[in-house]
């Protein structure tokens, strides 16, 4: 039941994450982006309209902040059984009851987990809760992560948010699980590049080349991201491990991202884009480059 005068009586949830309203702040700006409630981390939750799926936006909530808080919480319901454990991991495959959880942790009380709870908000239907000190159930999660990715699933965020008495905060993995560490620095980058695969299609235009994000797996087993510079192109470049430069000549060099801004100094600004990417000047792209 709607608590917003304009918002249709039916509507449902739909979590969302920070790259995709990122994306949506370019194809869907200002009354027409999706109106959130943040959790916490990369993980918001809206509202769509039961009629027609399209979400409730900023135009249709504008001055009602405590009535679309309202709103979201009467959309779930009051009483919904958690899935049972399995290898010390919850896996909730319906979006509705995801967000209810996200919203309300409570309902996480009385489950026997190692460790305070933390979520992965893989995708809007595969969000895990594992304990924070249970290493192989959190190991297990970061499979499924690559089975969604691999599988070219929608997804929302692959930074876990863990419960504390302020609610969902990021999850310190690099401290508490330096072992798995590079197997999350994998997740990251293809979760990144992913996200930027949909920002590249919604930034398309024919004076700024928008430079793709790509993966390259070392011999030593370490994931890396890279992208490409055609020197001298006015180009949108996204945060990568590395840059390489293609000279018109048709030389290539390859740089870190920290080593190109380095060199580039004030020449090259970054934007407000989400995913974040930086402006690099330059002339018109050649077709072949757009």
């Known amino acids: ?59 249709e909530t504008e001055g009602a902040d405590a009535g679309f808080r309202d709103a979201v919480r ?52 595969r969000v895990l809760i594992v304990g924070a000190d249970d290493s192989a159930a959190i190991a297990r999660t970061l499979d499924v992560a690559e089975e969604l990715y691999e599988a070219d699933r929608p997804l929302v965020s692959a930074h876990p948010v863990v419960l504390t008495d302020e609610g969902w905060a990021p999850f310190p993995w690099r401290e508490r699980l330096p072992e ?15 996200a930027y695969d949909l920002q590249t299609a919604a930034l398309q235009r024919p004076d700024v080349h928008i430079a793709p994000a790509k993966i390259r797996v070392l011999e030593s087993g370490v994931t890396t991201t890279f992208a490409t510079w055609p020197q001298g192109t006015a180009t949108l470049l996204p945060v990568v491990d590395n840059v390489i430069i293609a000279d ?43």
Not at 24 to 44: C, D, N
Not at 180 to 193: D, G, N, P, Q, T
Not at 253 to 267: E, I, K, M, P, R
């Open 1 to 59: 039941m709607s608590a917003v005068e304009g918002i249709a009586t039916e509507v449902t949830v739909r979590i969302y994450g920070a790259s995709e309203l990122g994306v949506l702040a370019q194809t869907a700006p200002g009354s027409a982006h999706p109106r959130v409630e943040y959790v916490g981390g990369e993980v918001f939750v809206g509202l769509d309209h039961g009629d027609h799926g399209a979400p409730v936006t900023q135009g």
């Open 74 to 125: 009467s959309a779930i319901p009051l009483a919904r059984e958690l899935p049972v454990a399995h290898e010390g991991s919850i896996v909730l495959a319906d979006e509705t009851l995801a967000a209810a959880v996200l919203l309300d942790p409570s309902r996480l009380s009385g489950i026997e987990l190692s460790g305070a709870p933390v979520a992965f908000p893989y995708a809007r239907d």
């Open 180 to 194: 798995l560490a590079m197997r999350f620095e994998r997740v990251l980058r293809l979760f990144s590049v992913r």
């Open 248 to 290: 018109p000549s048709g030389t290539l060099s390859v740089a870190t991202l920290t080593q190109f801004l380095d060199a580039a100094g004030d020449a090259v600004i970054r934007t407000g884009l989400s995913p974040a990417r930086y402006f690099v000047p330059g002339d018109q792209p050649r077709t072949s480059e757009a």
